[in-house]
């Protein structure tokens, strides 16, 4: 008897569950696109770009969007080299949807490679605004709407189920709120190192492997 009513209510559990795998993604195409937003900016590109946004935003959706940037720009700030001139360290141009998307699913790829953290995602997003960055500066203002769909896949494909699993969005609030913009960055750097070893690495040139990994087959691709 049981298991014919979980055999039958299994359908609606599962399209319930796909229902909050798609808000998961959906809300990570809009803290991608602020965090874009914000970076243009703070970085003085110009676009000409429109976007559609939702009417109502919640203070839980505004808060954690400017923890993402906070945090983000911590990033930025901590390891320039990493986030600036992409484009320019894959020895690639941003000239279609094809090439964006081969970055950006590698990036993603080995980014996760040995796991999921909060500051990893948050990552994604940065690299996502340094991927877009070029798109502008190259002329090809148009494919950070793409940048935003492989964002909201991939996001859709790989990370929602562990979002949901950590309690949704709302969980990034928690596990950053002892960064606030009255520590000093050496703080932050002490509490990165503690919390983020996958950043460490990144210092000592693991991040540097993986855009070699990346520009590697993105040469393929061209050369196919």
Known sequence: MLKSVTKKLKPFIEAKLNEEYVCIANDANLYCL???????????????????????????TVSISAKIIEVGELLETSYPHLYNNVSKQLKVKMRSEV????????????????????????????????ISADCITQGRPELVKTVLSCVRLYVLDHLAVWIRSQGG??????????????????????????NRQWLVNAATGRMYSLLYAISECIGLINGG
């Open 169 to 194: 969005w709302i969980d990034i609030s928690e596990k950053f709120k002892c960064i606030e913009k009255r520590y000093s960055m050496a703080y932050f750097l002490r509490w990165f190192e503690y």
């Open 99 to 130: 090439i964006v998307g081969d970055i950006f699913r590698n990036f993603g790829r080995e980014l996760f490679r040995e796991g999921v953290t909060w500051g990893r995602i948050i990552s994604l997003f940065v690299f996502a605004a340094a």
């Open 34 to 60: 602020d965090y874009i937003e914000e970076r243009l900016k703070r970085c003085n590109i110009e676009s000409d770009l429109e976007f559609i946004r939702p009417k109502d935003v919640s203070e839980n």
